[in-house]
């Protein structure tokens, strides 16, 4: 059975990109396997909570993932 597991980071994807994923990734597979592999094909969305991403020692937040963090200075005016 043809298995993806995506992690993503909670709030950052709506259901219907989660949906657009499955069907994708879906149809990658078949490429790769044939149509017979549609039927057992699982794709897994799991979202990860915020704060909950690392890349080089550095936690990632949603704000960071998104470009809506907030400088210092766009928090004093």
């Known amino acids: ?5 995506l992690k993503v ?3 950052l994807v709506d259901a219907a990109q989660k949906q657009q994923f499955i069907h994708t990734i879906t149809e990658m597979y ?3 396997f044939g149509e017979d592999a549609r039927a057992t094909t699982m794709v897994l ?14 936690v990632l937040t949603l704000a960071e ?3 809506s963090e907030l400088t210092g200075s766009e928090l004093t005016g």
């Open 30 to 32: 078949v490429a790769a």
């Open 1 to 5: 059975m043809p298995f993806a597991n």
């Open 9 to 11: 980071p909670a709030g």
């Open 65 to 67: 993932l998104t470009g």
């Open 45 to 58: 969305v799991d979202e990860v909570p915020d704060g909950g991403w690392g890349i080089g020692d550095h």
